[in-house]
Nanobody, 119 residues
Framework: QVQLVESGGGLVQAGDSLRLSCAAT????????MGWFRQAPGTEREFVAA???????????DYGNSVKGRFTISRDNTKNTVYLQMNSLKPEDTAVYYC?????????WGQGTQVTVSS
């Protein structure tokens, strides 16, 4: 049973930085991608960033247009943890951020962590 544990959300001011973490616990074999989505009140869930790998040292990243150049996704495969470094935060980045894991067996979501950016 795989579980996702998210952390790092909070309240910051515009221009500040935050780093979100998502640790995958349990049986994580066959996992080949993890990522982040976000959802603000009254909106649909939006793709933020993803990282996919085909081995311990080969990986690929992708970003949503609204965060390109400001957010960076990375992975520590020794800890089964994915990070989302968020810089130059804007009020429109305010949302609940959800971690996502994709494997051959499942598409799993975390419980979400709130990020609030004040102007």
């Amino acid at each position: 049973q795989v579980q996702l544990v998210e952390s790092g959300g909070g309240l910051v001011q515009a221009g500040d930085s935050l780093r979100l973490s998502c640790a995958a616990t349990g049986r994580t074999t066959n996992t080949y991608a993890m990522g982040w989505f976000r959802q603000a009140p009254g909106t649909e869930r939006e793709f933020v960033a993803a990282i996919a790998w085909s081995g311990p040292h080969t990986y690929y990243t992708d970003y949503g247009n609204s965060v390109k150049g400001r957010f960076t996704i990375s992975r520590d495969n020794t800890k089964n943890t994915v990070y989302l470094q968020m810089n130059s935060l804007k009020p429109e980045d305010t949302a609940v951020y959800y971690c996502n894991l994709v494997s051959n067996l499942q598409n799993l979501w975390g419980q979400g962590t709130q990020v609030t950016v004040s102007s």
